[in-house]
């Protein structure tokens, strides 16, 4: 028995003495795991500015939800008036509109300040009657057709203006827009509607119609052609047509720069020619 104890003794030495140099426990390597930190997505850019100017069909698309944008202009006409007479009348479109969701918005606009110089008299200048309006774009591309486009834009002007420009009746109009992707990089935008407006004091309704069509050039830069028929023009008057052409610049995501020149094709009315330059922001 003594001599079996003596050898397991010498067998448990060795672990004894081992074990008595630490006292922390043999620790087992473990696979290292780097934790991975979670990726910030960018925030989505938005699509490039797309104002209702310079053409004179408006677009079916409202800027979205909280989004303010403000479109201002100025635009020089010529009006021959028989007889060697001229008239000649600058005034400053604004628009300014502001988006309730992602299918409407308010709408303010006005054609601002207006100046008339005529052969034989003196400058007048004075404010445009101001309309309070709304646009809805009931169909959006990823409802039914992914290239077009429906929207109905409504304005009402209240009596207001001065100086020679003020209305003494209630105006407005109704309008049907839509915008279609034809081709690859072209576009086009039709407007029917009606209104009913105010000339030499009498109210009167006429039917209204305009188209653009316009093309890329490349990622900012964007030629349009288009025209407008109003019937009648006036009071008693003839359809009024115009034609314009021009072009669109848009340096940055949120600012558009344009220049549009025309003239008018019928009516006693239209301008012959205009020119009309325009600059529009977004917030």
């Known amino acids: 028995m003594i001599a079996l104890s003596n050898?397991?003794?010498?067998?448990?030495?060795?672990?004894?003495?081992?074990?008595?140099?630490?006292?922390?426990?043999?620790?087992?390597?473990?696979?290292?795991?780097?934790?991975?930190?979670?990726?910030?997505?960018?925030?989505?850019?938005?699509d490039p500015i797309n104002p209702d100017r310079p053409g004179i069909a408006d677009g079916s698309m409202v800027v979205g939800r909280g989004v303010f944008q403000i479109e201002l202009g100025g635009q020089y006409e010529n009006h021959d008036q028989g007889g060697g007479g001229h008239q000649r009348l600058l005034f400053t479109p604004a628009l300014f509109r502001y988006g309730l969701d992602n299918r409407s918005e308010l709408r303010i606009e006005t054609l601002g300040f207006n100046e008339v110089w005529q052969t034989g008299q003196s400058a007048m200048g004075g404010y445009a009657p101001m309309s309070l309006g709304a646009k809805w774009q009931f169909q959006q591309?990823?409802?039914?057709?992914?290239?077009?486009?429906?929207?109905?834009?409504?304005?009402v002007f209240a009596p207001s203006g001065?100086?020679?420009?003020?209305?003494?009746?209630?105006?407005?109009?109704?309008?049907?827009?839509?915008?279609w992707v034809v081709a690859p990089h072209w576009y086009l935008n039709p407007n029917f509607g009606f209104g009913c407006y105010e000339s030499g004091g009498s109210q009167f309704t006429a039917l209204l119609g305009a188209m653009?069509?316009?093309?890329?050039?490349?990622?900012?830069?964007?030629?349009?052609?288009?025209?407008?028929?109003?019937?009648?023009?006036?009071?008693?008057g003839l359809t009024g047509t115009i034609l314009d052409f021009g072009i669109t610049f848009v340096p940055s995501n949120d600012v558009q720069l344009d220049v549009s020149v025309g003239t008018g094709v019928s009516g006693h009315t239209t301008p012959h020619p205009f020119l009309g330059i325009g600059y529009s922001i977004r917030f």
């Open 7 to 46: 050898g397991v003794l010498a067998l448990l030495i060795p672990l004894i003495s081992t074990a008595a140099v630490s006292d922390d426990p043999v620790s087992v390597p473990q696979p290292q795991v780097q934790a991975s930190k979670p990726q910030q997505e960018k925030p989505k850019e938005r």
């Open 141 to 155: 591309p990823s409802d039914k057709n992914g290239q077009l486009s429906l929207g109905t834009i409504a304005r």
């Open 162 to 179: 001065s100086a020679g420009f003020q209305t003494e009746h209630a105006t407005g109009d109704l309008r049907l827009a839509a915008d």
């Open 212 to 236: 653009t069509l316009s093309r890329d050039l490349d990622s900012k830069t964007q030629v349009f052609i288009d025209g407008g028929v109003q019937a009648p023009e006036e009071w008693g």
